[in-house]
């Protein structure tokens, strides 16, 4: 047990739970404050989108708080409303939004919104008026990503309008943001390009008579790795998590950063199979020995891909496995061996923190060919989230 990556123990599975997610907050926390370190005079957002990246929405951002965060950010407007409606109270925005969303709920509840559309513009500034109070907005503006943001002529329009509906009070503009194509990958082109953009769109917007309080650009893999991206505020996300958002510029601990997120299951049966036994859907495994096999309770509806069939790592003892034929909706099966000692409601730990040779969320990404933030944000609703080491912990 390692106490420089791990400063809560790992908890059981609660009994009679075929899994859980056990989240700790303390990690959470930490690596809030390692960012926040390296965001030197930028204040932090901890961004909780997609319930907190699949760890639990308010538990984590009040971990994130804790740990130093001064803002959160989500994407969806009901993520936002339900922080305000657990009493968070921190600057909280939101930004992403459908053409028919009323706003006034969140104008009410004081909730930041990123506006990048003229329709949105024209919806947030009805809900000032149905309201009588000030919108808070951001502009979100695109600088090259090709996604979420204006540009161009939209831009000049929303400026324009910002700078009439500031001047009656209908709107603050408190921010001004975009997002980075490349981030992870530092020295691309297009970090510079996007920059000189963005400090090009401020001056813009200056001109126009918007001049926002916050400037914010920087994600994780800018707030770690480059410093001239931080401006007011920075937004990471993954790496409040403990993932690393560069995995191939550095692990983890090399930015101080801690997995929050143990997946753990519990063996559901251990069976002795002959050899040649086809297992699972369409008999993709065959065992070459005699064995035993072990069923493990989870499946591609609890997040475990189905492309983690004959790929997937998990520990179980101290032994690594892969995943021994197809992943199922609810179960998957693992060949232990002739001689493994494994029974029957043994832990199977899918991912940690790997301080005691268990696979990690970033060892499950490059297994199937993805990123370490799909595998956790994908671990399905019916795993438990059991939060520990920190208040909120269950
Ligand atoms: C998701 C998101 C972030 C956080 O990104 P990470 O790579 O997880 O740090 C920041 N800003 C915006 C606009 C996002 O959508």
Same mark, same amino acid.
């Given at each position: 047990?390692? &106490? $420089? $990556?791990?400063?809560?123990?790992?908890?059981?599975?609660?009994?009679?739970?075929?899994?859980?997610?056990?989240?700790? @907050?303390? #990690?959470?926390?930490?690596?809030?404050?390692?960012? +926040?370190?390296?965001?030197?005079?930028?204040?932090?957002?901890?961004?909780?989108?997609?319930?907190?990246?699949?760890?639990?929405? =308010?538990?984590?951002?009040?971990?994130?708080?804790?740990?130093?965060?001064?803002?959160?950010?989500? #994407?969806?407007?009901?993520?936002?409303?339900? @922080?305000?409606?657990?009493?968070?109270?921190?600057?909280?925005?939101?930004?992403?939004?459908?053409?028919?969303?009323?706003?006034?709920?969140?104008?009410?509840?004081?909730?930041?919104?990123?506006?990048?559309?003229?329709?949105?513009?024209?919806? /947030?500034?009805?809900?000032?008026?149905?309201?009588?109070?000030?919108?808070?907005?951001? %502009?979100? /503006?695109?600088?090259?990503?090709?996604?979420?943001?204006?540009?161009?002529?939209?831009?000049? !329009?929303? %400026?324009?309008?910002?700078?009439?509906?500031?001047?009656?009070?209908?709107?603050?503009?408190?921010? %001004?943001?975009?997002?980075?194509?490349?981030?992870?990958?530092?020295?691309?082109?297009? =970090?510079? #390009?996007?920059?000189?953009?963005?400090?090009?769109?401020?001056?813009?917007?200056?001109?126009?008579?918007?001049?926002?309080?916050?400037?914010?650009?920087?994600?994780?893999?800018?707030?770690?790795?480059?410093?001239?991206?931080?401006?007011?505020?920075?937004?990471?996300?993954?790496?409040?998590?403990?993932?690393?958002?560069?995995?191939? @510029?550095? &692990?983890?601990?090399?930015?101080?950063?801690?997995?929050?997120?143990?997946?753990?299951?519990?063996?559901?049966?251990? +069976?002795?199979?002959?050899?040649?036994?086809?297992?699972?859907?369409?008999?993709?495994?065959?065992?070459?020995?005699?064995? +035993?096999?072990? %069923?493990?309770?989870?499946?591609?509806?609890?997040?475990?891909?189905?492309?983690?069939?004959?790929?997937?790592?998990?520990?179980?003892?101290?032994?690594?496995?892969?995943? &021994?034929?197809?992943?199922?909706?609810?179960?998957?099966?693992?060949?232990?061996? !002739?001689?493994?000692?494994?029974?029957?409601?043994?832990?199977?730990? @899918?991912?940690? /923190?790997?301080?005691?040779?268990?696979?990690?969320?970033?060892?499950?990404?490059?297994?199937?060919?993805?990123?370490?933030?799909?595998?956790?944000?994908?671990?399905?609703?019916? =795993?438990?989230?059991?939060?520990?080491?920190?208040?909120?912990?269950?």
């Amino acid at each position: 047990m390692s &106490a $420089t $990556t791990s400063s809560t123990p790992p908890a059981p599975v609660p009994p009679g739970l075929p899994a859980c997610a056990q989240v700790d @907050l303390s #990690a959470i926390s930490s690596n809030v404050s390692a960012l +926040k370190s390296r965001a030197g005079d930028a204040e932090v957002m901890a961004v909780v989108k997609a319930d907190a990246y699949g760890h639990g929405l =308010v538990p984590s951002a009040r971990a994130a708080l804790r740990g130093g965060a001064t803002w959160l950010g989500v #994407a969806q407007l009901p993520e936002a409303v339900e @922080l305000r409606r657990a009493g968070v109270v921190a600057p909280l925005l939101s930004w992403l939004h459908v053409p028919g969303q009323d706003f006034t709920e969140a104008l009410e509840l004081g909730i930041d919104l990123g506006v990048s559309t003229t329709w949105a513009l024209d919806q /947030v500034m009805a809900a000032a008026t149905a309201t009588g109070r000030t919108a808070r907005v951001h %502009l979100k /503006v695109d600088t090259g990503l090709g996604r979420n943001g204006a540009w161009d002529d939209d831009l000049a !329009a929303l %400026l324009s309008t910002l700078a009439g509906a500031q001047a009656e009070g209908s709107v603050e503009v408190v921010g %001004l943001f975009s997002h980075f194509a490349y981030a992870d990958a530092p020295q691309h082109p297009t =970090v510079r #390009a996007q920059q000189e953009r963005f400090e090009g769109i401020i001056e813009q917007a200056a001109r126009a008579g918007v001049e926002p309080q916050v400037r914010h650009l920087a994600n994780s893999a800018a707030t770690l790795t480059n410093p001239s991206a931080h401006y007011d505020l920075v937004r990471p996300g993954v790496s409040v998590y403990g993932l690393s958002p560069v995995p191939d @510029l550095g &692990a983890p601990e090399d930015f101080g950063l801690r997995e929050a997120m143990r997946l753990v299951s519990r063996l559901s049966s251990v +069976k002795d199979s002959p050899a040649g036994q086809g297992v699972s859907y369409g008999h993709v495994y065959t065992t070459a020995e005699p064995t +035993k096999l072990g %069923l493990v309770p989870m499946g591609y509806s609890d997040g475990v891909p189905r492309h983690a069939t004959s790929v997937g790592p998990v520990q179980v003892g101290d032994r690594r496995y892969v995943v &021994a034929g197809r992943v199922c909706m609810d179960q998957f099966v693992l060949d232990l061996g !002739a001689d493994s000692p494994a029974l029957a409601g043994d832990e199977v730990v @899918l991912f940690g /923190v790997g301080a005691q040779g268990e696979p990690t969320a970033q060892d499950w990404a490059a297994a199937i060919d993805t990123i370490n933030y799909e595998i956790v944000t994908r671990v399905g609703a019916r =795993v438990p989230r059991v939060h520990v080491g920190g208040e909120g912990a269950a």
